[in-house]
């Protein structure tokens, strides 16, 4: 039964940075593929970034040379570094772990980032 526990959100100003974290509980972390997504208001969910057990990423055009996806193994975290920030950035970003063991997905809470210009 996977936890996952995000922090770093909050308000900043545009073209401000922020940094998010997504701690997960559970074994076999190396193994598993994780994600960054968002949700604006009146939206659907959008992958925003994705990072492979292998380390290969990839990213939404909206975001790509802005944010950067990074693991790290020996803690159990995903990192999402949010540079230059829009207001257009404004959502709920939720982490996503793809289980490799069980291939079942977990969800964060979501975590409220909002860019004020």
């Known amino acids: 039964q996977v936890q996952l526990v995000e922090s770093g959100g909050g308000l900043v100003q545009a073209g401000g940075s922020l940094r998010l974290s997504c701690a997960a509980s559970?074994?076999?972390?190396?193994?598993?593929?994780m994600g960054w997504y968002r949700q604006a208001p009146g939206k659907q969910r959008e992958l925003v970034a994705h990072i492979t057990s292998r380390g290969s990423t990839n990213y939404a055009d909206s975001v790509k040379g802005r944010f950067t996806i990074s693991r790290d193994n020996a803690k159990n975290t995903v990192y999402l570094q949010m540079n230059s920030l829009k207001p257009e950035d404004t959502a709920v970003y939720y982490c996503?772990?793809?289980?490799?063991?069980?291939?079942?997905?977990?969800w964060g809470q979501g975590t409220q980032v909002t860019v004020s210009s």
């Open positions: 996503k772990l793809d289980q490799f063991s069980t291939w079942r997905v977990y």
């Open positions: 559970g074994s076999g972390f190396s193994f598993n593929a």
